[in-house]
């Protein structure tokens, strides 16, 4: 079964570009909301990271969810879309300084800190302005996730975080600080997770943690417990929508909640991946010695996940009903690992067909580069091809 889509418009349109299904980013915002009305305080921001296109940024904050941002431009992207100030979050190992700044002059919900020259820093920042910065603290919980070596951020090895054993030591000197404001603690173990035991592992160290921190004294108001659901990138046409309801249902089981304690989560591919599509346009259908090539017009530089973490995206031709035939899907960018797909069954291809790469809602337009002189890929939403 091929996705629905307007192939009449995709002939007529210079390739390669990005197409937005929004009554699919819609379904999925409202599944999300459905959800999280089931469960008291549960907030949910979106990972800007995952996909910054205006349009897609408009329609996540019109279903009233708040962003998260690593990077200035981030916060920036997320004020134009017309996020509320108070609903974005600020994390990221290597804050500079303007960004920062960017953050207090807005006002930002909070900063999530990663280290203690960071937090110095803040204080500092936060103190020639007159202002007081709120902000959580990312703990490294040390737990591994049952994901790609490069996703994985939750591990004592990573670069991420406080480690456990720093905690206590770091909210005491915050609270000696006269310009910022604890309020929280802040958890990511990874990307692209289907196991629910792996959050169930992450809910265990944080009741473990919170135990601790309360026999000193210490109570939290805000834990985050960062995003990490994936998607189905094998099945997008029969498995569109995450199961988000297991995914909310095991923080809400596992994690021991404190009266008042507000839960923050951070999802990113699982609201916008499926929605997004990469469509190319087959240049050659080439006959190797051992294999057949199909060649795209697409490349590592419109999507680069294949080659830089070598993840699969399920791959259509939109304009063949013909018998299937096996190819290595390739691009065109002067590098060997330029390949889309190897060994992949498709509808028999012809040059200038119409492809559709799928799944590539999250982590493809904002991964774009220019390499090879090539142009970035544009971004459109279904509602401009009507």
């Known amino acids: 079964m091929k996705g629905k889509f307007p192939l009449e418009q995709f002939a007529k349109m210079r390739t390669p570009f990005y197409y937005y299904d929004t009554e699919l980013l819609r379904t999925t915002l409202r599944a999300i909301n459905e959800e999280t009305r089931k469960h008291e305080d549960f907030c949910v921001h979106y990972a800007v990271k995952a996909n910054a296109n205006p349009k897609v940024l408009r329609y996540i904050r019109e279903a009233g969810l708040g962003a998260d941002c690593v990077s200035g431009g981030e916060i920036e992207a997320a004020i134009r879309a017309g996020f509320p100030h108070d609903k974005i979050v600020f994390a990221g190992v290597g804050k500079s300084d303007w960004e920062i700044e960017l953050g207090l002059d807005h006002d930002i919900f909070c900063f999530n800190v990663e280290s203690v020259p960071e937090l110095e820093v803040i204080n500092e920042l936060a103190g020639a302005r007159g202002k007081t910065a709120k902000v959580a603290f990312r703990i490294n919980p040390d737990v591994g996730a049952h994901t790609h070596a490069n996703i994985t951020t939750g591990l004592a090895e990573n ?28 958890f990511h173990i990874g990307s692209q997770i289907l196991d629910m035991g792996d959050f169930q592992a992450l809910c265990n160290r944080i009741n473990e943690l919170q135990n601790q921190l309360e026999s000193h004294h210490i109570c939290i108001e805000n834990i985050n417990v960062g995003g990490g659901l994936g998607i189905d990138y094998q099945h997008p046409n029969r498995i ?14 596992h994690l021991k909640r404190r009266p008042g304690q507000v839960i923050h989560f ?18 050659y259908i080439k006959e190797g010695t051992h294999k057949k090539f199909a060649i795209l017009d697409a490349g590592m530089t419109d999507l680069i996940r294949p080659a830089l973490y070598q993840a699969f995206h399920k791959i259509e031709n939109l304009s063949s009903e013909e018998p299937m035939q096996t190819y290595d899907v390739v691009g065109p960018i002067c590098e060997s690992s330029d390949v889309f797909a190897k060994q992949t069954d ?41």
């Open 240 to 253: 569109p929508i995450p199961d988000f309801k297991a995914y909310f249902d095991t923080y809400a089981k």
């Open 346 to 386: 498709l509808n028999a291809a012809h040059r200038g067909d119409i492809m559709a790469i799928r799944s590539a809602g999250a982590y493809g337009e904002i991964m774009a580069s220019s390499y090879n002189c090539r142009q970035l890929p544009k971004g459109f939403v279904s509602e401009d091809l009507m």
């Open 266 to 283: 951070e999802l990113g591919r699982a609201v916008v991946a499926q929605c997004g599509s990469l469509i190319s346009r087959t240049l």
């Open 159 to 186: 670069k991420f975080g406080i480690a456990m054993r720093d905690m206590q030591s770091v909210i005491e000197l915050a609270a000696q600080l006269k310009n910022v404001k604890f309020v929280g603690l802040h």
